[in-house]
């Protein structure tokens, strides 16, 4: 079974503070993904990557960075974390072959800013 | 750009009812992937299926059925005798073909809220 893991699951952070959310996948899939889930908004795309290094923006990348260092590992980094920022964090990942990329998601973060 | 609409936020129907949950996208790629996803309450996203644009057989797997027609943009998804256990959010989702050819950018819908009640 693919796995996707998400570090954390629940996170209460300051204003302010860096946050880190880390993620990793476990079959060698080639694309990665940070979605935001809000009520009423679905799932909204942060930042995507199909290979090691390579990044690009989704729909919502402001205050956001990403850092993908290592295939399996993709990382979302929120550099001064904000109230604006509490939710729920998804990461997935996929095959970028056309007839394998179905998205696997991890359980989710849920963040809190105060 | 790409774009996913699922303009129900919320359906509730009474069990053994049919129900459909609509789906419109807008893309300019001649290739691309279409998703449904369920959410149930306990939180975990659930892949239902996976169709490419080249593909326009309508699909059955049990009580779940899926609609795909390229000359209106949309991808609909029918339950038919829906029960209890189907209440949950459901996502419709669009993936653009990438620069190596698969499955790349996938964004989602805002979800419709399934409540099927005994």
């Known amino acids: 079974d693919v796995k996707v893991t998400q570090s954390s699951r629940y996170l209460v952070k300051r204003t302010g503070e860096k946050v880190f959310l880390e993620c990793v996948q476990d079959m060698d899939h080639e694309n990665m993904f940070w979605y935001r889930q809000d009520p009423g908004l679905g799932l909204r795309l942060i930042y995507f990557s199909y290979d090691v290094k390579m990044k690009e923006k989704g729909d919502i990348p402001e205050g956001y960075s990403v850092s993908r260092e290592k295939k399996e590992r993709f990382s979302l980094i929120l550099e001064s974390a904000s109230t604006n920022q509490t939710s729920m964090y998804l990461c997935?990942?996929?095959?970028?072959?056309?007839?394998?990329?179905?998205?696997?998601f991890g359980e989710g973060s849920w963040l809190t800013v105060v | 750009a790409q774009k996913v609409t699922q303009a129900q936020t919320e359906i509730s129907v009474v069990e053994k009812e049919d129900v459909t949950l609509d789906c419109v996208y807008e893309t300019r790629d001649t290739t691309y992937y279409l998703f449904w996803y369920k959410q149930p309450p306990s939180g975990e996203l659930v892949f239902l299926i996976r169709?490419?644009?080249?593909?326009?057989q309508n699909e059955i797997s049990g009580r779940y059925s899926w609609n795909f027609q390229k000359s209106t943009s949309s991808f609909n998804f029918t339950i038919t005798a829906s029960q209890v256990v189907d209440s949950a959010v459901y996502f419709c989702?669009?993936?653009?073909?990438?620069?190596?050819?698969?499955?790349?950018?996938?964004?989602f819908g805002a979800g419709t809220r399934l409540f099927v009640k005994a």
């Open positions: 989702a669009l993936s653009d073909n990438g620069p190596r050819g698969g499955g790349f950018k996938t964004i």
């Open positions: 997935a990942s996929s095959f970028y072959v056309g007839g394998r990329n179905t998205i696997y």
């Open positions: 169709r490419n644009s080249f593909d326009e």
